[in-house]
């Protein structure tokens, strides 16, 4: 069973999102912020993040570059998912190393693709 | 200031230098177009222009209208972002019910979904035209 972090605040859509990754078979860990999102990548190795990148603490964008600057967690991709649509937002995030990023509201089937690419 | 400055003519380009402000295409401020005898300010990829200053320029009336557009974009980006997290949970709960439920309950959880889909491509318009 292939382990995935879902990084979101927003409890609704946390919830939705857990579910769905549930349902197509993923083992979900969550954390809240940029800081919980760390750890638990440090802690549980999962196979990619998903990270929304407006966290509380610390948020999407730097956590991401902490991700990518520890040799223990920098193989691990790193998927940004926003509620900010501006091109602008892409180029931020895949310059704080994120491997793909995708809108909100998301594209289920899209972002199943997405994740099975970034493992390869 | 950076401002990148496509096709606008030499003698603009001169007194944009003499300012002190920056051309180049690498993360300007603003865009500027010309048009007429205006100049149209872009302050992203817009289809419309986020305001227009007429020649010949002055130094602060331009500075002025860029940071303001760059403000109103600013708000726009925020109040896009602040409707599309509830439109997230909203489609994906849709989602979740239509792939379970039958009859009734699947042809309105499907509708929902189209409709939050409509809401986006709506709110995507809204960015595009600068509204």
Redesign the interface.
């Known amino acids: 069973m292939t382990t995935v972090l879902l990084v979101e605040d927003n409890e609704m859509n946390r919830d939705m999102l857990l579910r769905r990754l549930q349902r197509k078979g993923f083992a979900v860990l969550t954390a809240l912020d940029g800081e919980q999102a760390i750890q638990m990548t440090q802690q549980h190795q999962p196979a990619l993040v998903l990270m929304d990148m407006s966290l509380p603490v610390l948020d999407g964008w730097e956590a991401t570059r902490r991700l990518k600057a520890d040799p223990a967690t920098k193989h691990i991709p790193v998927i940004a998912l926003t509620a900010h649509a501006l091109p602008a937002e892409r180029d931020r995030a895949l310059e704080a190393g994120c491997a793909a990023f995708e809108t909100k509201p998301i594209d289920f089937p899209k972002l199943l693709a997405v994740m099975a690419l970034v493992q390869k | 200031m950076t401002v990148a400055a496509p096709g606008v003519p030499d003698a603009v380009r001169a007194t944009l230098e003499s300012w002190g402000w920056r051309l180049s295409e690498e993360h300007p401020d603003a865009t500027l177009t010309i048009s007429g005898q205006s100049l149209e300010i872009r302050t992203?990829?817009a289809i419309h222009a986020d305001d227009i200053a007429f020649l010949p320029l002055r130094e602060e009336e331009l500075r002025r209208r860029i940071e303001l557009a760059q403000h109103r974009r600013a708000r726009l980006?925020k109040r896009?972002?602040?409707l599309?997290?509830?439109?997230?949970?909203?489609?994906?709960?849709a989602?979740?019910i239509a792939?379970t439920a039958e009859g009734d309950a699947f042809r309105y959880a499907s509708n929902i979904r189209t409709a939050?889909?409509l809401l986006?491509a709506r709110?995507?318009n809204m960015?595009d035209e600068g509204v």
């Open positions: 992203c990829a980006a896009l972002h602040d599309r997290s509830p439109l997230n949970a909203i489609q994906g709960y989602e979740i792939e939050s889909e986006t709110l995507e960015r």
